[in-house]
């Protein structure tokens, strides 16, 4: 049960290996309480997926990974009905970077994106194709005119207030032009950006590169981490924030929490 009947919380969270982050990612449950908690990069087999910890706490969890590298898991506690764990059909584009959910009748596709490694390499293109087609496959089984969310680690810093160093990093994967250019068009199905709903501020960012001991305290950070909306769940958006504790605490992802609540 939710603590307000009318108030659902989503997370999204780069956990950067599940299970390396147990204790943390307790931690934040238990302070936070969120209603569902969309993880990436949780690096894990299925049959690894350390259940338990979340059943625990009241979360059911649905997960879709592979060992030491990618994954993606859903918690809630509301329940929720399993839609789709990656793209429709076979290949390499049907990786575990996609596991959609339905919570209070409202879809949320929960996304790790590649991150692309260098615009001069082969997954770069991959990246830019990934984004292709889950605007197609969006196309196909949804509308944005009726709820849905899209979470996740995106990979992608939209704007030049979204990096700490825009022209510096203008050749970066994750805020080379061709990546903005293709999140901006799966965004533009229908997306509202919810964190930028409420906070106008620069400087504010969900990633802090671990190699950068102090990258928190200079604020050398990325804003990658994304709750989409479309619009007729976007004006029940009431509040998005970004939860700078668990990337301060003991043993930190390199990522760290945001948050939106929605007045259902």
């Known amino acids: 049960m939710m603590a307000n009947s009318l108030t659902m919380k989503i997370a ?36 690894d997926f350390p259940v338990e910890a979340f059943s625990a706490l009241g979360y059911e969890v649905l997960f879709a990974g592979e060992k030491s590298y990618s994954g993606v898991a859903t918690a809630s506690r509301i329940p929720m009905k399993l839609i789709a764990r990656g793209f429709d059909g076979d290949g390499a584009e ?41 605007r197609e496959w969006l196309d196909e089984r949804y509308t944005p005119r009726k709820r849905l969310l899209w979470v996740g680690d995106m990979n992608v810093a939209p704007e030049e207030r979204d990096v700490h160093a ?13 990546a903005r250019r293709a999140f901006a068009e799966t965004a533009g199905w229908g997306f509202v950006d919810c964190f930028r709903l409420h906070n106008d501020e620069d400087q504010q960012y969900t990633f802090y590169d671990y190699r950068d001991t102090k990258s928190v305290e200079k604020k050398h950070g990325w804003r990658v981490d994304h709750i989409m909306a479309t619009k007729p769940l976007a004006k029940l958006c009431s509040a998005a924030w970004i939860d700078i504790q668990p990337r301060l605490g003991e043993n930190p992802s390199d990522h760290t929490p945001l948050l939106a609540e929605f007045d259902l």
Not at 19 to 45: A, G, N
Not at 115 to 134: H, I, M
Not at 167 to 177: C, E
Request: charged share 30%.
């Open 12 to 47: 999204t969270w780069n956990v950067n290996s599940v299970r390396s982050r147990i204790p943390t990612i307790e931690r934040f449950l238990k302070r936070v309480e969120p209603d569902v908690l969309c993880m990436q990069e949780t690096k894990v087999r299925d049959d």
């Open 166 to 178: 825009p022209q510096r990093l203008s050749n970066h994967p994750d805020f080379h032009p061709d």
């Open 94 to 134: 049907d990786a575990a970077r996609l596991l959609a959910v339905e919570v209070q009748r409202i879809p949320i596709v929960n996304s790790y994106v590649p991150q692309g490694r260098d615009p001069k390499d082969e997954r770069f293109q991959y990246k830019l194709r990934w984004f292709a087609r889950l």
